[in-house]
């Protein structure tokens, strides 16, 4: 599905998603999920879009405002599927385990989903994020790691191939998961476990 939007709206929107009104933003967020919603898209030129999205996930103080910007990039995610732009999917990805450390569930909850659909749409591949992966392991947050691990849990079991989760991106997960077994905060190393459980039956025990 294609969709004309007129540059004078474009403007607007644009101008809206700056606002120093948080309510203002939101709207202007969810006007662009009403207008997406999850069909399937042509490739279009979303890539000013996909920066104000960015800059929102980064900077963004107000939840519902957050919130509906993970949504949003999933609502994307789900229309251009394998057409998403991979570096900016990416880079998204990459904003996305930032935001894990969110204390509102209706932030963590909308950034779970989105990265749920970057995943499952093939926007991104697991074994190109070792090194992400890892430097978001490392966070100081307990909550980034836990939730990054039940995400890992997830890919697992949907979505991931044995054929590709191999060599130095097979061992540099595995290594983080083992890793977060010894995590000082239980519900941490409850996640690790889970998704190595996963894994190994995703790759097998000789693989691991």
Known sequence: MKFEVDEGVMKDWFVA??????????????AALEVIGTARLTPLP?????????KILAKDVNVNVVAH???????????LRKNFPPSAAKALTVDLFGRLKDKNRLVTDAVSNALDV???????????????????????????????FRWL??????????AHLKGAALK?????????????????????????ASLQVLVGERSM
């Open 17 to 30: 998603v700056e606002s120093k009104k948080w309510n203002v933003r939101k709207d202007a967020l969810n």
């Open 46 to 54: 979303l890539g000013d879009v996909l920066a104000r999205l960015r």
């Open 69 to 79: 910007a993970a949504k949003l990039v999933g609502s994307i995610a789900a229309g």
């Open 118 to 148: 970057l995943h499952g749409r093939r926007c991104i591949h697991i074994h190109e994020f070792g090194e992400e992966i890892a430097t978001a392991a490392e966070s100081k947050v307990p909550k980034v790691r836990s939730e990054l």
């Open 153 to 162: 849990d997830r890919c697992f079991r949907v979505g991931t191939s044995a």
């Open 172 to 196: 540099t997960i595995g290594t983080v998961l083992v890793t977060g077994t010894e995590d000082s905060a239980p519900e941490v190393r409850d996640a690790a476990v889970g998704a190595i």
